[in-house]
């Protein structure tokens, strides 16, 4: 893969990650404020971590 090419999927893996730690971050106040029910807040809490270790593999 060409070196830019494989810089803006770094950067679009990046971008998507900073979005899966907003997404959770706006998961934990919806259950401090049990705005969901806690089985639908661990469903897409789930769904995020499946999104996540698509774009990382395993790094964490």
């Given at each position: 893969m060409p070196r830019h090419k494989?810089?803006?999927v770094?950067?679009?893996h990046h971008l998507l990650l900073e979005i899966?730690?907003?997404q959770r971050k706006e998961l934990f106040?919806?259950?401090k404020h049990k705005e969901f029910e806690d089985?639908?807040?661990r469903?897409?809490?789930l769904q995020i971590d499946l999104?996540?270790?698509k774009v990382t593999g395993n790094e964490h």
């Open positions: 494989k810089e803006e770094e950067q679009y899966y730690a907003l106040k919806m259950r089985s639908e807040i469903k897409a809490e999104n996540d270790l």
